[in-house]
């Protein structure tokens, strides 16, 4: 809505011409929400002023289709490191512990509880969002499942305990989350490259098998 607003905002400026001759200022806050970006937004009010009105037009519409698609698809941009390409749901234990299906076991005497989440999933109120790109498997078990902290992982390889852990390729966001000790198949040390564009050397957690990674799992579209 803030976005909408300061595109009519955005509109009603440019399309007045001594306004937007008079106060390029004005206009440059309405192209920018954010007071720091103001002089760079300022660099486009002072180019939108000097243009005619037909044109005038036909930036606005395309700035204001442009902004309203970075604020929809940033809101669904999974945080996760580049060579990550499995379909491999994530499956989650007693709410806050990473497994996988192994720690479920085969049989269904130690299955408590079973579910998927069903509504769209979004950062601002699901602290797991950055783990549901391809599903989310939630699972009570009627037994103890062991596990590590993301701060011990991070320890045991002489990492700052707070660094971000990875798991299967995708950030981890909130440091409730643990990892199911039975379920960990391999950890990597990924140093920062051009690539993975990392502030600092990070653990990568592989809850999958090799073969999962490479060809994925039969389990897909859970949400």
Not at 62 to 85: A, E, G, H, M, R
Not at 115 to 143: A, D, M, Q, Y
Not at 176 to 181: E, L, P
Not at 205 to 217: A, D, F, S, Y
Request: proline letters at 3%; aromatic letters at 8%; a neutral charge.
């Amino acid at each position: 809505m803030a976005i909408f607003i300061r595109s009519l905002n955005l509109l009603d400026l440019a399309l007045d011409k001594k306004r937007n001759k008079s106060k390029p200022k004005a206009l440059a806050r309405c192209v920018s929400g954010n007071p720091w970006d103001i002089p760079n937004a300022l660099l486009i009010a002072l180019a939108l002023a000097n243009i005619n009105e037909t044109h005038m037009k036909r930036v606005i519409f395309t700035l204001i289709f442009t902004f309203c698609l970075t604020n929809i698809y940033s809101q669904d941009t999974y945080v996760k490191l580049p060579t990550v390409k499995n379909n491999c749901p994530t499956i989650i234990i007693e709410k806050d512990i990473i497994g996988n299906e192994s720690a479920i076991g085969t049989k269904k005497e130690l299955i408590a509880e079973i579910s998927v989440l069903k509504e769209k999933p979004n950062r601002k109120e699901h602290k797991f969002f950055n783990l549901t790109e391809n599903g989310i498997i939630f699972v009570s078990l009627k037994k103890e499942t062991a596990f590590r902290t993301q701060s011990e992982l991070n320890e045991f390889f002489g990492i700052e305990k707070n660094n971000g852990v990875y798991v299967n390729g995708y950030l981890i966001e909130n440091f409730d989350y643990k990892i199911a000790t039975e379920c960990i198949m391999e950890i990597e040390l990924v140093e920062p490259d051009s690539e993975n564009k990392l502030e600092k050397k990070a653990i990568n957690v592989w809850t999958l098998t090799k073969e999962e990674r490479i060809n994925g799992c039969e389990r897909q579209n859970v949400n």
